[in-house]
DNA sequence: TAGATTGTTAATCGATTAACAATC
DNA sequence: TAGATTGTTAATCGATTAACAATC
């Protein structure tokens, strides 16, 4: 099935099945069910079976699915079985907090390049990355054909910044900033502001 | 209208207006309408003029929404018209992040109290906090009455030391390592990983 | 075989949109 | 008044769930 088929609201909970599915093989499980990882994940098993059913037929009736074939398949489908590079830009506090963050390896990412336009803090290191200067990114990303960016810049710089990463050949922009950011057709942009979740939350306080 | 009856998903958009209003007031402006709010979210009007009326009625026909008023309403919806203490547990450079991001200030949040387990953090300070020991978080956050916590500690710790955030009093919680934590009912929690969100985009990857 | 669980269908449930009377 | 925009209704659209035949 064509993928712009599938709706978007599946689409965004496989990268959750195969995290906690990747747990699981940690753990050292290699079987499960549809009930047993929609408990853990608080969804039905109905919807997960419905969902995976959109890619393919990847259990076995009576005994569930084998989660070394399942973790792979849908690495296959959201297209992280191999590495993407990601380029960074803004090497601030959330920045640093980025490059250190140990959570991309064996995800599917690898952080490329770190950029600021700040002249002091261009040519330092940030763990094993050297800062290069923002204005050379262009060339850069379209020299090493890196699709990915992470925007950590203050919210006025945001779209500046955007710009010129599209124009660089960035396709996906994780942002940081707390702000709307303008794309063309064909760019994806994903958001991470904690305040909203945190303003979520406060409504259901007493 | 009670609060349970109104859907999630609605509540879950509120912050996002609330920032996209208080950006409009800071640009001077002053009224707004359905329609160039909803363009600047890529939100359809009807569905904010819908989303707002299950609170009440906040504009005027034929002029539209008064800015600052819409906003003040809206922090109130959000129970952020004051500003919650919130603990952060976890002082490594994620902690370090959040603890030097300047976005919680003005939006209903401020951080009260740091924690961390290692014996060499603690005693430390970031920023204008001086990192406590988690062991006595509980009664401190009891003492204190806080509501909230930030938890950016490993994957591996995060189960237990959300168990002691709950016993302490802690009714929601924004949890950033990347694995789900169980909570009794009443406890709001919500999630950042920003491999979920990569993941999410590489699909629509060429 | 008996028990368990899938993949899928049909029914239900809920969210979004279009349209418009009300009215500023 | 004429033009614009709200709040709301009804229609549409889409997502979730329940149920079960198929089958391991």
Redesign the pocket.
């Given at each position: 099935m064509s993928p712009s088929t599938v709706?978007?609201?599946?689409v965004g909970r496989l990268p959750l099945y195969l995290r906690e599915l990747s747990k699981m093989a940690e753990e050292g499980k290699e079987i499960t069910?549809?009930?047993e990882l929609g408990k853990r994940l608080g969804?039905?098993?109905?919807?997960i079976?419905?969902d995976?059913?959109q890619f393919g037929?990847?259990?076995?009736?009576?005994?569930?699915?084998n989660i070394t074939f399942l973790v792979m398949q849908l690495r296959i489908i959201l297209k992280v079985e191999d590495v993407w590079d990601v380029v960074l830009v803004g090497a601030g506090d959330l920045g640093h907090a980025v490059v250190n963050y140990g959570g991309f390896t064996d995800r599917g990412f690898r952080l490329g390049l770190v950029y600021d336009d700040d002249p002091s803090k261009i040519g330092q290191m940030i763990g094993s990355y050297i800062v290069q200067d923002v204005h050379s990114s262009v060339d850069d990303i379209r020299a090493r054909n890196i699709r990915i960016a992470m925007l950590a810049v203050p919210t006025a710089d945001a779209q500046t910044v955007t710009d010129r990463l599209v124009e660089a050949g960035i396709r996906a922009i994780l942002c940081y900033a707390p702000t709307s950011i303008s794309v063309p057709e064909g760019v994806k942009v994903e958001y991470i502001d904690p305040v909203l979740h945190l303003q979520h939350m406060t409504y259901y306080l007493p």
């Open positions: 709706p978007d609201i599946i069910s549809s009930q969804i039905s098993s109905a919807q079976r419905k995976l059913s037929e990847f259990g076995k009736q009576g005994t569930g699915y």
